[in-house]
């Protein structure tokens, strides 16, 4: 579990986060929601550590990881697996190299065999088991992202970050990196924190969300709560979509049917 | 400049402290050491060996005096090369060589988040990725700068020979004549300099790249002229200095 406390955060004197307290829950799907330019991105970065609140802590399953010392940061960072918006793999490396690169620097105990074997194993677990001898610039952007999950889980990482996992893909391979990481949240028992703007994601996944606007937590709740909700800044964000104002319509007018719309998407028909 | 000179030395800094296992270090600084080093010998050698021949096709065509021996030609050469040409024209083709690619290397590896990447997952990303470059440096420019100085001469020699200015013997005379060990030394101590100098400058510059493809540009350029400029100053600070 990750424990967020009044986080604050200002560029040149311009705040881009307000305070901002919440509970990343272990074993969920937790997403952050909001416009672009909310400040989801940077409490994400603070979060793990690429960027330091000016006012706040945050604590990694009990253990206190802002202002501690660089051992205890460090040991922490070793648990984090993340999931860039670019996918940030190594261009001079294979696909291979790459998932095996974090169990070179981080694991030196483990012998060759052990790291071949387990990079076997996480490509294999997001479906790329045939392509661990092509590089980067050679793989689709949606292989990309199934690439940076497989190095984010190489090392069994205990925290999961995903900055904007469907940037850019189409929506039907949107669901399937959405599912891929909702499957190793749960197999591996993972806090999972995702940050993204896409209500596809938010009905496929969305076990935990916490929406932000204007750098200030607003709600926070389920996907079965996100359609009722009365913030009117979170119904502004969550109608923009014509899609999701249909999908309420046909709630409204079949007294649930939405329900049913989520589970169906959750039992892999998507939308 | 006083701030940026500041962030420079806090870089170096975070370089050396908890840096990564040395076997880590070897693999890497072996890496760049061939990216560095092996790659530029055919651009070191075209172009030293050029200078060399054109200084000794220049001075004999400036040397007309016939009480002046035709071996001074030989001997300037030789102090020219070893003193200023091979250390410091060398430094100078390997800022454009190796501090641009240094500089736009690292300069994408920032603007594509692997620099975040590697920060994510505990690793010291400039002790992982700038410490090597500038080890692989510091040993390959004084190498390279010992290439130059025998091309740089072999050139001088084949100019001077093939194009009938001088004989062979005269050029051989000159070159043994009042030769002074230190010099070698001081070269390549310019050498080493030098190669902090080029791999810091392009590797800070790389490192801090904030921006898109345009900013990357803008640094690999950045990188280079400010090399240059450093390996100038740097140049003349160590003639007064050390000469």
Redesign the interface.
């Known amino acids: 579990m990750i424990e967020v406390s009044n986080i604050e955060k200002s560029f040149d004197g311009n705040p881009v986060l307000k305070g901002i307290s919440c509970v990343f829950e272990t074993g969920k799907c937790n997403l952050l929601l909001g416009g672009s330019g909310t400040g989801k991105s940077v409490l994400l970065q603070c979060i ?3 960027m330091k609140p000016d006012i706040g802590s945050i604590t990694f399953d009990g253990t206190v990881y802002t202002n501690s010392k ?1 051992d205890i ?3 922490i ?2 648990k ?1 697996g ?1 999931l ?3 996918s ?4 001079s490396m294979t696909v291979a190299q790459n998932v095996e690169f ?1 169990l ?3 694991t ?1 105990e483990m012998s060759p065999e052990e790291r071949r074997e387990r990079v076997e194993f996480c490509l294999k677990r997001v479906g790329l088991e045939n392509a661990g001898n092509k590089m980067p610039a050679e793989i689709s952007g949606g292989m990309k992202k199934r690439v940076g999950i497989a190095r984010a889980i190489a090392p069994q990482c205990t925290y999961l ?1 995903c900055d904007e996992p469907n940037s850019g893909l189409d929506p039907a391979t949107s669901i399937k990196i959405d599912n891929l990481i909702h499957e190793i949240t749960h197999e591996y028992n993972i806090t999972t924190v995702i940050v993204t703007h896409d209500m596809n994601s938010v009905i496929e996944i969305g076990e935990h969300i916490i929406f932000l606007h204007q750098g200030k937590k607003l709600w926070d709740g389920t996907k079965d709560e996100i359609l009722n909700a009365t913030v009117p800044e979170l119904r502004d964000f969550i109608f923009s979509s014509s899609l999701v104002r249909a999908a309420k319509r046909v709630d409204e007018e079949t007294e649930g049917g939405m329900a049913a719309f989520a589970e169906e998407s959750e039992s892999g028909g998507g939308i | 400049m006083l701030k940026t000179f500041g962030a420079f030395v806090l870089f170096l800094r975070g370089m050396v402290v908890r840096t990564e296992r040395f076997s880590v270090l070897w693999n890497r600084t072996i890496d760049e050491a061939i990216l560095i080093g092996v790659d530029s010998i055919v651009i070191v050698s075209i172009v030293s060996a050029f200078i060399g021949a054109v200084t000794c096709v220049q001075i004999a065509y400036n040397l007309t005096n016939p009480l002046i021996p035709q071996s001074t030609i030989g001997y300037m050469v030789r102090e020219m090369t070893i003193l200023e040409l091979a250390p410091t024209i060398t430094s100078i083709v390997l800022a454009g060589k190796v501090g641009s690619s240094i500089a736009g290397g690292l300069g994408t590896m920032r603007i594509t988040e692997q620099v975040s990447a590697l920060e994510v997952m505990g690793i010291n990303s400039t002790s992982y990725l700038v410490l090597p470059r500038i080890l692989a440096a510091l040993l390959m420019f004084p190498l390279l700068v010992i290439l130059a100085m025998l091309l740089s001469i072999l050139g001088g020699y084949l100019a001077g020979t093939l194009t009938g200015v001088m004989t062979a013997q005269d050029y051989i005379e000159g070159i043994r004549t009042d030769f002074i060990p230190y010099n070698i030394v001081f070269a390549l101590i310019k050498a080493v300099v030098f190669a902090f100098l080029v791999s810091g400058i392009s590797a800070f510059k790389g490192y801090y790249t904030t921006g898109g493809a345009l900013e990357v540009g803008a640094a690999s350029t950045g990188a280079v002229t400010n090399s240059i400029i450093a390996i100038l100053i740097a140049d003349f600070a160590l003639a007064a200095l050390l000469l």
């Open positions: 793990v550590g690429l660089i940061r460090q040991e960072r070793r984090i993340m860039f918006q670019g940030a793999l190594f261009d974090p070179q620097m981080l030196p970050f």
